[in-house]
C-alpha cells in the first residue's frame, strides 16, 4: 500500500545541482518522517537526510550538511531533496522513505560527471 515514487534524476556535471521529487501515498503522510536514503555503486544503502512532520526539524548525513535541502509539501505528499555542488561521489541511485515503512520505491539516477 505505501507507495513512494521519485523522480527528477539526471546527469549533471560536477559542481551542478539536481532537485530530486518523491510522491507518496498510502499512509498519513503529514504524520510522517521522511527520510532520503543513496545506495553507491557497490556500496550499501546509507541515509542522507531526514525531516520531520511540517518540517519542524531536518538533520543531514554529514556529507549532505552545507550541499543538500531536504523539505516537504503535505499538501501535495511530496518530499523534496535539493542538491547543490554535486560531486562524483553523489553518484548514486536516491531514494525516499517513509521512516515507518520497510518499503522502498524505484529510486532515481543522479550521476555526476565530467
Known amino acids: 500500500q505505501v507507495r513512494l515514487v521519485e523522480s527528477g534524476g539526471g546527469v549533471v556535471a560536477p559542481g551542478g545541482s539536481l532537485t530530486l521529487s518523491c510522491v507518496a501515498s498510502?499512509?498519513?503522510?503529514?504524520?510522517?518522517?521522511m527520510a532520503w536514503f543513496r545506495q553507491r555503486p557497490g556500496d550499501r544503502r546509507e541515509w542522507v537526510a531526514t525531516i520531520t512532520p511540517s518540517g519542524e526539524e531536518v538533520h543531514y548525513q554529514n556529507f549532505a550538511k552545507d550541499r543538500f535541502t531536504i523539505s516537504r509539501d503535505d499538501a501535495e505528499k511530496m518530499v523534496f531533496l535539493q542538491m547543490n555542488s554535486l560531486r562524483p561521489a553523489d553518484t548514486a541511485v536516491y531514494y525516499c522513505?517513509?521512516?515507518?515503512?520497510?518499503?522502498w520505491g524505484q529510486g532515481t539516477q543522479v550521476t555526476v560527471s565530467s
Open positions: 498510502g499512509f498519513t503522510f503529514s504524520n510522517a518522517n
Open positions: 522513505k517513509y521512516t515507518a515503512s520497510p518499503f
